[in-house]
């Protein structure tokens, strides 16, 4: 069957897993066509897709599960028997449920998974968790998921002779953690107030008149997007939840370095 357009549809707020899904793409010689959610993820301003085009669908892992400030998005997205590829990027911790998850919200709004995959990247919380990754052999493995997916489609005349593919993870998901005290980066003196943080947080609560003040710490994800994006590393987390968390990811998750998952 013929594919018109690829559309890349995510949620990346330190970039990986635009990297992943830009790569899934890249064998593909037809129209692409960027839909990257980060800056936007509560719009309501939601596109729809027909049953010639390909989504590539990605959410980074928090807590086992797809992102949850992105959750209601992915539910709202709409195909009409369309072909979809949904990808997860994680820390070297673990998926979990959240691929499950996903591609989940996907078929129940009438989208045909015809290949996923959960890829690691470095951890949000620090370059000693997942340094360095994607590297070049999990972008490659990317692109071979990408070209796999294009001959599948090309040697069928309709979608219903590719059998859907099933991923792991379990019913009911994971539980979110309980929303406790809000956390959120605190800024040091080596802040010169450039504001590419400002431009960075997804949920725009670094204030545009003052970068170094959170005008809403409730809202802050912990995505580390203002963290990773500030050229002289003003921005860091201090908070206790963060120590937790950054201690057990050194102690279990730094040493081996996880492989890409394939469901293809
Ligand atoms: C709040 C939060 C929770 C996370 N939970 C997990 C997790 O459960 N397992 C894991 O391996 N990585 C976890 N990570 C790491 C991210 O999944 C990983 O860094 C991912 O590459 C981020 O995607 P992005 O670069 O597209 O923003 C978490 C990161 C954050 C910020």
Redesign the pocket.
């Known amino acids: 069957m013929k594919i018109e357009k690829v559309n890349l549809v ?11 899904v830009n790569s899934i793409a890249a064998s593909f010689n037809t129209e692409i066509v960027d839909y990257d959610y ?1 800056h936007k993820i509560n719009s309501k301003d939601v596109p729809s897709f027909g049953s010639n085009e390909l989504v590539i669908i ?8 797809v ?1 949850g400030v992105a959750e209601s998005f992915f539910k709202s997205l709409k195909g009409n028997n369309t072909p979809v590829v949904p990808v ?9 449920d ?1 691929l499950l998850e996903l591609s989940d919200y996907l078929k129940e709004n009438n989208f045909k998974m015809i290949g996923a995959g959960a ?7 620090g370059r000693e ?2 340094g360095g ?1 994607p590297d070049t052999e999990d972008i490659n493995i990317a692109k071979l998921l990408g070209e796999e997916i294009k001959k599948r489609l090309e040697s069928v005349t309709d979608l219903s002779e590719i059998q859907e593919i099933k991923v792991s993870g379990n019913h009911p998901y994971k539980e979110r953690p309980p929303v406790g005290e809000p956390w959120a980066p605190i800024t040091t003196d080596d802040c010169t107030e450039c504001g590419i943080c400002v431009s960075a947080c997804p949920m725009a609560i670094v204030s545009p008149k003052n970068p170094r003040e959170i005008t809403n710490s409730q809202l802050c ?5 203002c963290i ?1 994006a500030c050229p002289y590393d003003a921005k860091l987390f201090t908070a206790e939840p963060y120590k937790k ?1 950054k201690q057990f ?1 050194l102690d279990n ?1 730094s040493s081996v370095n996880k492989k890409p998952k394939l469901f293809i």
């Open positions: 995510y949620f990346s707020p330190t970039k990986s897993t635009k990297k992943i980060t990605g959410s980074p892992v928090y807590g086992g599960r992102a997860v990027v994680y820390g070297n911790r673990d998926f979990e959240a890829f690691v990247a470095e951890h949000s919380y968790i997942a990754r994800i912990h995505c580390c997007s990773k968390i990811l998750c």
